[in-house]
Nanobody, 122 residues
């Protein structure tokens, strides 16, 4: 699976962004997907994960109530809707895919996309 994340940008605090992660290569609908964030020189952090059917989702505490992960298997795309953005949400955001949702949550996913930069100004 090849993953390509997009949708990052510079926004102001309180604004919204929708990140997209397009998947190529294999049967996307059978893969769990996750979003992560990482600042230069810092550890990668879990943001949200979604099982292959979309019925099961997990969020980091910082994302609960503000971010929503969703997927369109027909378009091989996963989304991260980010609302009420805060300056502390600034990071490079990555998407990842794995057959096992637990691997996503353990940040040991098999496939990773390149990041997309989200910058939130105060």
């Amino acid at each position: 699976v090849q993953l390509q994340a997009s949708g990052g940008g510079l926004v102001q605090a309180g604004d919204s962004l929708r990140l997209s992660c397009a998947a190529y290569g294999r049967t996307f609908s059978t893969y769990a997907i996750g979003w992560f964030r990482q600042a230069p020189g810092k550890e990668r952090l879990f943001v949200a994960a979604n099982g292959w059917s979309g019925a099961i989702t997990y969020y980091a505490d910082s994302a609960k109530g503000r971010f929503t992960i969703s997927r369109d298997n027909a378009k091989n795309t996963v989304f991260l809707q980010m609302n009420s953005l805060k300056p502390e949400d600034t990071d490079v955001y990555y998407c990842a895919a794995d057959k096992e949702l637990k691997s996503i949550r353990m940040m040991s996913a098999q496939y990773w996309g390149q990041g997309t930069l989200v910058t939130v100004s105060s």
